[in-house]
């Protein structure tokens, strides 16, 4: 008789262990449900989420990454799923929901393959020969658009805006388009853009026509003294990174004073110290002060009786926007103040917007740095107009860094790649040819998610879409821009166009992550606290509604 074998354990109490296929299934249960809860958003026929925290804050959107950033999702596998939408949004600002249904997609057809005995190491070789001819793909067919057409560039913002809650507002499109060209730098066709010199302000009140762009800076202040104008045209504007206070010694030291008259010449000496500073600051002429640190009562006296606006403890990053805005550079010393440092502003004013105190700094000649002030009539309303607007800038940013180049939208563009990557497939041998054609279909989603979305049958629209794309028709994609139209059309007629960016970003980051799951074989798992007693395998914290 056998003796029994005393079984090892290798992990301390309290670690589960999952293994082999069930390993494999948990990671791609898990990605796909991510996948399916931002599945609904997409499209200009997509449905917003309601997001309730803990303590019943309220976020209404469709922004997929702004969805999976509140869900508070624990299952491992999901939350790579997450990273996923979190570099798109890093690294193109747009397409987060696209790259989060393909990576679930790549993983719900590799299941297939998986059940099939294909072991996932020719899976992933197979997803990656796809990936890399997809990129070779989407160079090949891109098109390209003038960075400097305003109403070209307006296409790509109504693309990308057309299924939030601004619609297709035309005005909020302008205020966009305008404030990218403000800040973007185009020579010999090449251009370059710093998203963070286009400020976004939010003010709850009026309505999305009260929008309005202003060519400068909108700050967070008050003027420091009731004295001061409200209102300064022809502004010359000092920006001064010190304090106008007596600066305290950094040596302890002591002040004996024996008279009544000691004290007061004391205290005149720092008046007149401080009169110095004002005096200097009238020297220069600038009729308007940013001081990035303190302003002592005395010197703002002065200033007030000079007729001068100061504001007060503005923020680094501000200044520096002021500066780009105005042409006027930073100084630290009051000794440094010369003409050629003070900036200019047809009108800078202090006024008060939804209760609140803001210094605006407006009508700059040329501004590198612009302020969108987005209004609406709730605060979710106008959180959700500042998702839309970033979404644009970066898409704008996108084209423009990449001498315009886009490709249309609607689903065209993943039919045309799937439908080259089929083509592909049939030249390979083996079983990675499999994963190729598994690839190709997952990119067939995007199309059927459109069409979904939108109350039609994706079975019709993708069998009409393949029909259209074999007959070389490249941008025929799901039309729902019109319920009168043909709902398969050129979609770059129907000015339905994107960054090519975006695309390249969405099937790279997908493919990536959909590999990397799929080779994981072990699941080794630390024991959860007792308020967190879900499973590795299962969605965790996926319940981010609300209870």
């Known amino acids: 008789m056998a003796e029994a074998v005393q079984p090892i354990f290798i992990l301390p109490e309290g670690y589960t262990r999952t293994s082999g296929k069930d390993a494999q299934r948990n990671n791609i249960a898990a990605a796909k449900a991510v996948a399916n809860t931002v599945k609904s958003t997409l499209g200009p026929r997509g449905m917003d989420k309601m997001l309730v925290d803990n303590i019943g804050d309220i976020t209404i959107t469709n922004d997929g990454v702004t969805v999976l950033k509140n869900m508070e999702v624990e299952n491992p596998a999901a939350k790579m799923i ?25 993983l719900k057809n590799a299941e297939t393959l998986l059940d099939q005995s294909i072991h996932p190491t020719l899976i992933t070789r197979g997803y990656k020969l796809a990936a890399d ?38 005005h909020i499109i302008s205020l966009i388009v305008d404030a990218i060209q403000h800040v973007s730098e185009v020579s010999d066709g090449e251009g370059t853009v710093d998203i963070d010199n286009i400020k976004v302000e939010k003010k709850v009140g009026g309505g999305l026509s009260d929008s309005r762009l202003v060519k400068g800076v909108i700050i967070d202040k008050e003027k420091v003294h009731p004295d001061m104008p409200d209102s300064v045209d022809n502004a010359k504007i000092l920006l001064l990174n010190l304090a106008l206070e007596i600066e305290k ?43 990035q640190k303190g302003i002592d009562d005395a010197a703002q006296h002065f200033l007030a009786k000079a007729g001068i606006l100061a504001l007060r403890r503005v923020s680094e990053n501000d200044m520096k926007k002021i500066g780009k805005a105005t042409g006027a550079k930073i100084v630290s010393t009051l000794g440094d103040v010369e003409d050629g440092n003070l900036g200019y502003a047809g009108k800078v004013h202090v006024e008060k917007l939804a209760g609140e105190n803001l210094a605006l700094i407006e009508e700059c000649k040329n501004p590198k740095a612009v302020t969108i002030l987005i209004r609406g009539g709730t605060e979710h309303v106008v959180d959700e107009v500042q998702r839309a607007i970033d979404d644009s800038l970066g898409d704008l940013r996108s084209v423009i860094e990449d001498n315009g180049a886009i490709v249309a939208g609607g689903g065209s563009t993943e039919l045309e790649v799937s439908k080259h990557l089929k083509d592909f497939a049939t030249n390979l041998e083996g079983r990675e040819q499999l994963a190729v054609n ?110």
């Open 82 to 106: 997450v990273e996923v939408a979190k570099t798109q949004e890093e690294e193109v600002g747009d397409g987060t929901t696209t790259a989060v249904i393909i990576a679930g997609e790549l």
């Open 133 to 170: 001819r997809a990129q070779e793909v989407l160079d090949k067919i891109k098109l390209k658009l003038n960075i400097k057409d305003k109403e070209e560039l307006s296409k790509i913002v109504k693309t990308a805006i057309i299924g939030k809650s601004t619609g297709s507002d035309k």
């Open 249 to 291: 010694t950094n040596i302890d030291a002591q002040i004996r004073i024996e008279k009544p008259e000691q004290l007061q010449a004391f205290l005149n000496e720092e008046e007149k110290m401080l009169k110095d500073m004002v005096d200097k600051i009238k020297e220069t002429k600038a009729n308007v002060v940013i001081v």
């Open 438 to 547: 598994a690839f190709a279909d997952a990119l067939e989603v995007v199309p059927k998610t459109l069409a979904e979305n939108a109350g039609l049958d994706p079975i019709d629209i993708i069998v009409e879409l393949r029909a259209e794309h074999q007959k070389g028709h490249t941008w025929s994609g799901v039309n729902l821009l019109d319920v009168y139209k043909p709902k398969v059309s050129d979609m770059h007629k129907e000015g339905v166009i994107e960054p090519l960016r975006t695309k390249k970003q969405a099937i790279k980051s997908a493919s990536e992550v959909a590999s990397m799951i799929l080779r994981i074989d072990d699941i080794i798992a630390a024991g959860k606290s007792a308020n967190q007693s879900q499973p590795p395998g299962g969605m965790g914290g996926m319940g981010g509604y609300g209870e």
